[in-house]
């Protein structure tokens, strides 16, 4: 059957009101004609790993594309791709192989060279992931060029819920609400994915994903560590949004938030008030792109 004709059933269904069509992805080459605007380089990034720790767990397959975008958050083109498996070592976990699809025989005697990687990252000035702060930790530790260049989080960066994505905000369920749907879980389909939801307008503001994304990262944030917190009051700071940091690289064990520069003093006055419960100096550090979702803050 012609692409033609099921189009027209899918369009019938949808006017039902009865069925939602999910479309697959198709690859974009270009979501904007060139027209003179200055662009910038930009690559989207995935990696799928043997678990979840970046200082035990190994990557075990790297994808990543290229796209140049405007400071408006038009993308333009979207170039050619990186898609590399890596033999961790040791046998892939069940757990991993079911969620992901990747072997040990996918994998076995495949390596990515470090040089090739810092290669394809040429001129790139951002890298985007969704969910940069598992994704970076394991790049860096790959291939010290992923230092060099702002990161951005298309997960956390983007209000999805607030702009009606209320079912989830893992990508798939993104692209779901966006009526399409890709093979997930392998690392360069979801780059397309992602740079796809990244492309369109969001449903409430109007406002591109994108050009959401990118004042964030912009934006300076401080990190505040609540050291030496009171362990029966863990929940209250996790309700606020604060995560643990256990302690590694030489770093004090510490509950941690990342805000906006209006709202550090009222975390601080709050940290005061009903954490330590007494007059302390709040640990703040200025962190940017260059080094937001890295375990260098």
């Not at 025989?105 to 060279?113: K, L, N, P, R």
């Not at 951002?126 to 260049?149: I, K, P, T, W, Y």
Request: proline share 4%; aromatic share 10%; with cysteine.
């Amino acid at each position: 059957m012609q692409a033609c004709e099921l189009e027209r059933m899918a369009k019938i269904l949808e006017a039902s009101g009865q069925f939602r069509i999910l479309r697959r992805l198709e690859p974009q080459s270009a979501y904007h004609s060139p027209d003179g605007t200055a662009l910038h380089r930009g690559i989207f990034l995935d990696t799928e790993t043997t678990g979840l720790d970046p200082a035990r767990d190994e990557i075990i397959e790297l994808g990543m594309v290229t796209f140049d975008f405007s400071s408006d958050g038009r993308i333009f083109a979207v170039g050619e791709s990186f898609s590399r498996f890596r033999d961790p070592g040791r046998p892939v976990p069940a757990a991993v192989t079911a969620l992901t699809g990747i072997t040990d025989e996918m994998v076995a005697g495949q390596s990515i060279d470090p040089a090739e990687v810092t290669a394809f990252l040429g001129d790139a000035v951002l890298v985007v992931a969704h969910n940069a702060a598992f994704d970076r930790r394991f790049a860096e530790r790959f291939c010290g060029s992923f230092v060099q260049v702002a990161w951005a989080c298309s997960l956390h960066e983007v209000p999805w819920v607030e702009e009606g994505f209320t079912e989830g905000t893992k990508l798939s369920h993104i692209a779901a609400a966006c009526g399409f749907f890709h093979d997930g879980h392998r690392a360069v389909h979801d780059c397309r994915a992602g740079l796809e939801i990244l492309s369109r307008a969001l449903p409430r503001s109007g406002r591109r994903a994108l050009d959401v994304l990118l004042e964030s990262a912009r934006a300076p944030r401080w990190r505040i560590r609540a050291a030496g917190a009171p362990f029966e009051l863990r929940d209250i700071l996790k309700t606020r949004g604060y995560r643990w940091d256990p302690g590694e690289n030489g770093r004090p064990r510490a509950w941690f938030v990342d805000l906006a520069d209006e709202a550090v003093d009222a975390e601080r006055d709050f940290l005061r008030r009903e954490i330590y419960r007494r007059d302390v100096d709040v640990d703040a550090r200025r962190i940017d792109a260059f080094d937001r979702y890295s375990d260098r803050c």
